[in-house]
């Protein structure tokens, strides 16, 4: 039987400054980098293996991922970047934290960008330094591929063509597969994984560095369904390790 273990990020810096991050490559705060060990010894006491990586083409991830199988002494899994995988984008929100936002275009129109399933944010003139398209990252890709604004039915209508045709076969293989993405791509694939419908994906969320393993059956249905363990308690041994780092540093 197949599994599928999914994975978000350790938390960025632009978590921490509650900023829209979309497509913009930031890294992850130490917080964030003590979670992604975190997570790793949780799947390592699981006793899982992998087989094969997967992850977006942004350092949030690629770096988690990166720590993620140290921690569990895999660092030789292969490994495959996609900017299928990437997260979200914000459009014109990109690079604004909550705050200016919600001044700029009000919190009650800011939560129906963010939570209903088919409304993007106001799209980036391709003019913008935003657009994906000016980023040497993409330069493979046609500038018509890549997204100015994306809703969640956006990003996930994005990312089915990479797991139909790229991880659907190597889980059809009886692989064990990883991948370490984002908060709405991860949402996007859970909607289609566990045929979530448009209104209940909106009270879903990604919890950081929090493992999630499925068991697939012959036609990519979950069997089973592992949450590996509570934010809270993640939280708390991360701020636990945070503190130690901290006083051996001083």
């Given amino acids: ?17 509650k900023r829209f991050t979309g497509w913009t490559d ?8 003590l979670e992604a060990e975190r997570a790793g010894q949780l799947l390592n006491a699981q006793g899982l293996q992998f087989d094969l990586c997967f992850t977006s ?12 199988l140290d921690a569990m002494d895999q660092a030789d899994v292969p490994i495959q970047r996609s ?3 990437n997260e979200r984008h914000y459009g014109a929100l990109q690079g604004l934290d909550w705050w200016e936002a919600t001044r700029k275009y009000g919190a009650k129109q800011l939560l129906i960008w963010q939570r209903h399933f088919d409304s993007p944010p106001p799209p980036l003139d391709i003019t913008d330094t935003r657009f994906p398209g000016h980023d040497p ?3 493979k890709i046609s500038p018509t591929e890549l997204p100015r604004s994306e809703s969640l039915k956006d990003t996930l209508a994005r990312l089915l063509p990479f797991w139909h045709e790229t ?3 190597e889980l059809q293989q009886q692989k064990r597969i ?14 289609h994984v566990d045929n979530i419908s448009d209104k209940d994906i909106q009270k879903i969320a990604i919890r950081t560095a929090a493992p999630i393993v ?6 990519m249905r979950p069997c089973s369904r592992l949450h590996l363990q509570s934010q809270s308690k993640i939280k708390e041994w991360a701020q636990g390790k945070l503190a130690d780092w901290l006083n051996r540093s001083s």
Wanted: proline share 3%; net charge positive.
């Fill in 178 to 191: 990883l991948i370490v993405a984002h908060n709405n791509s991860l949402r996007s694939l859970l909607k």
């Fill in 167 to 169: 991880i659907v076969p």
């Fill in 83 to 85: 900017w299928r995988l």
């Fill in 214 to 219: 499925y068991e697939l059956d012959d036609q």
């Fill in 26 to 33: 930031v890294v992850l705060s130490k917080h964030g980098v």
């Fill in 57 to 68: 083409c942004l350092n949030r991830a690629t770096e988690t991922l990166r720590i993620v």
């Fill in 137 to 139: 990252l993409y330069s």
């Fill in 1 to 17: 039987m197949p599994t599928l273990t999914l994975l978000r990020h350790g938390k960025s810096i632009w978590n921490k400054e």
